[in-house]
């Protein structure tokens, strides 16, 4: 049984519908994919490697544009398309048909509330309509996202895991935006503990929106206003624009669950922080550990029902997920405590050494992966690390990558 029809949990249950299991999926929402919190980007290799239909695509995107406090922009593009922006109720909804069509259940409008490992099973109490209920099930898979009650339950929820940033996005209309680029603001004014974002959906239309660290001065709402009506680069693309939604969501940055397994229960995606603490994206590494979750379901459902239930059946899961994402996970979570430790004039200083060395900036374009950063991330701070004239600024980078290749 699958908690939450997210892109993880809809993965999951494709992979053992399509291998002819059994699978029952339970979502709080009445409709998959509503409502929308994420800008949606996902890379063209993630889209290729996970044999992904690209469905709902509004934007296509070639680089970003990164806009540091000073204002003074650096530009990083290819000339081909890197990643996709995608209508997230579509794409979800595009995941949910090939599930069912597989085989699997989907009943929505259902919010599961508790469960219990016995040795003949796990027992799923869930509300649906007011009303309770209760399911048999062999297993439990949480894909319940970044608020996930299933690794609370389980018994696996970590102080790591519940850091996050709080995020707030509006959907908007009638603005001027650059068509073939994301673009990223910082500033401790604009995002503190994060950074503000504008990306393409449309000729002209986009999502705008940042994301804070939860003990910031003011609620998100305030930032975003202020952001949209003063920032001097932002306001002039934005003014005028008409919001035609708004969502706020958290986002895991703390790093992943010490234990993403317990005995009868895995925990795949946002529920397992499989995030980049660098920008919060997880479609690609929460539908990729979904399918070694799904494959390493199959194989347990072939054993015993006691087999089933023991934490150890599902430890390839675990083994897995961890030998091809831990370390780029781990990675991000470092990087992202660097930039916090930030102050903006060092913000500034840093995004100037990059900007003075051409060379440098075709390194990032021709090494930068959006899915695994952490090659073109060593690469960046070893080079910064060198000519690194302040301190306290090397202090700062020593504190959070004390080892001497910075890994
Ligand atoms: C503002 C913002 C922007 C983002 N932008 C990007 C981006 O551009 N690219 C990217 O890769 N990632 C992005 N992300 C992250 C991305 O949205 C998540 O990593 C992704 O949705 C995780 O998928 P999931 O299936 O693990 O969880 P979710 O998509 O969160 O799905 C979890 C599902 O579980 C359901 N659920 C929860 N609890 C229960 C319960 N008790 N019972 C039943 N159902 C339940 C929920 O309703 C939900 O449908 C963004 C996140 C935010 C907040």
Not at 33 to 48: D, E, F, I, L, W
Not at 220 to 225: I, V
Not at 354 to 362: E, H, P, T
Request: positive net charge; glycine residues 10%; proline residues 4%.
């Amino acid at each position: 049984m699958i908690v939450g029809a997210g892109p993880s949990g809809l993965t999951i249950a494709q992979t053992i519908a399509s291998e002819g299991g059994d699978v029952l999926i339970l979502e709080e929402h009445p409709e998959v994919g509503v409502p929308q919190h994420c800008t949606g980007k996902v890379s063209v290799n993630a889209v290729k490697e996970l044999e992904l239909e690209a469905a709902g695509v509004l934007a296509r995107v070639s680089g970003a544009i990164f806009y540091p406090p000073s204002l003074k922009p650096l530009t990083i593009a290819r000339g081909a398309t890197q990643a996709l922006i995608l209508d997230r109720r579509i794409f979800d909804q595009s995941l949910a048909t090939k599930a069912v069509d597989a085989g699997a259940t989907l009943v929505t409008d259902t919010r599961v509330k508790r469960f219990s490992v016995k040795p003949d099973g796990v027992t799923v109490f869930f509300e649906r309509k007011g009303k309770k209920g209760k399911v048999k099930a062999r297993l439990v898979a949480g894909a319940d996202g970044a608020a996930s009650a299933t690794a609370r339950l389980a018994g696996i929820y970590s102080k790591k895991r519940s850091e996050v940033r709080i995020s707030i996005q509006r959907e908007v209309s009638g603005v001027q935006v650059v068509q073939s680029m994301v673009e990223l603001y910082f500033g401790r004014r604009w995002a503190p503990g994060f950074f503000a974002w504008i990306v393409p959906t449309g000729r002209d239309t986009a999502r705008v929106g940042l994301a804070l660290r939860p003990n910031a001065p003011a609620p998100a709402a305030k930032y975003l206003d202020d952001f949209v009506e003063n920032h001097p680069i932002a306001r002039e693309k934005l003014g005028g624009g008409r919001i035609l939604t708004e969502s706020r969501h958290i986002i895991p940055t703390g790093g992943v669950l010490h234990r993403a397994v317990s005995d009868g229960v895995l925990v795949v995606g946002d529920a397992a922080g499989q995030v980049k603490s660098t920008t919060g994206g997880g479609l690609y590494y929460g539908m990729a550990c979904a399918k070694i979750a799904g494959r390493t379901i199959v194989e347990a459902l072939r054993g015993s029902p006691e087999a089933v239930l023991r934490e150890k059946t599902l430890r390839s899961y675990e083994k897995e997920w961890r030998a091809q994402f831990g370390g780029e996970i781990a990675f991000s979570v470092r990087f992202r405590a660097f930039l916090d430790s930030l102050s903006d004039s060092e913000v500034d200083y840093l995004f100037n050494v990059i900007q003075r060395d051409a060379s440098l900036i075709r390194r990032i374009e021709v090494d930068g992966d959006i899915d695994r950063q952490s090659k073109v991330g060593v690469t960046l701070l070893r080079y910064v690390k060198y000519v690194i004239k302040k301190p306290g600024l090397m202090f700062k980078l020593r504190k959070v990558f004390p080892r001497p290749n910075l890994t």
